[in-house]
């Protein structure tokens, strides 16, 4: 079973930075995709950025140019650096990733339990 573990959230002001971070444990082979998913009050769960094991990345357009994503393989751990923050940015977080473990045929998607990310104005 995987288990990941999600941190650096918190309370930040508008036009700050943050940075969360997210690591992936359990008898793990290979990880295929990471990524950070958000989910506001009223809204429903979206994508904010992914990363491929190859370092290609996906961004939803509200982030492109202040979030970048990034990932260390050797660590299963994928960041996400979030900068110019907005209260539009308020949600909590979600860290997502295809793994697949050891001794096993196909990958699966597992999910962390979210960190809550507040911009204040």
């Known amino acids: 079973q995987v288990q990941l573990v999600e941190s650096g959230g918190g309370l930040v002001q508008a036009g700050g930075s943050l940075r969360l971070s997210c690591a992936a444990s359990?008898?793990?082979?290979?990880?295929?995709?990471m990524g950070w998913y958000r989910q506001a009050p009223g809204h429903r769960r979206g994508l904010v950025a992914v990363?491929?094991?190859?370092?290609?990345?996906n961004y939803a357009g509200s982030v492109k140019g202040r979030f970048t994503i990034s990932r260390d393989n050797a660590k299963n751990t994928v960041y996400l650096y979030m900068n110019s923050l907005k209260p539009e940015d308020t949600a909590v977080y979600y860290c997502?990733?295809?793994?697949?473990?050891?001794?096993?045929?196909?990958?699966?998607?597992?999910w962390g339990q979210g960190t809550q990310v507040t911009v204040s104005s």
């Open positions: 997502s990733a295809h793994v697949k473990l050891i001794l096993q045929r196909v990958s699966s998607e597992y």
């Open positions: 359990g008898s793990i082979e290979s990880i295929d995709v």
């Open positions: 990363i491929t094991s190859g370092g290609d990345t």
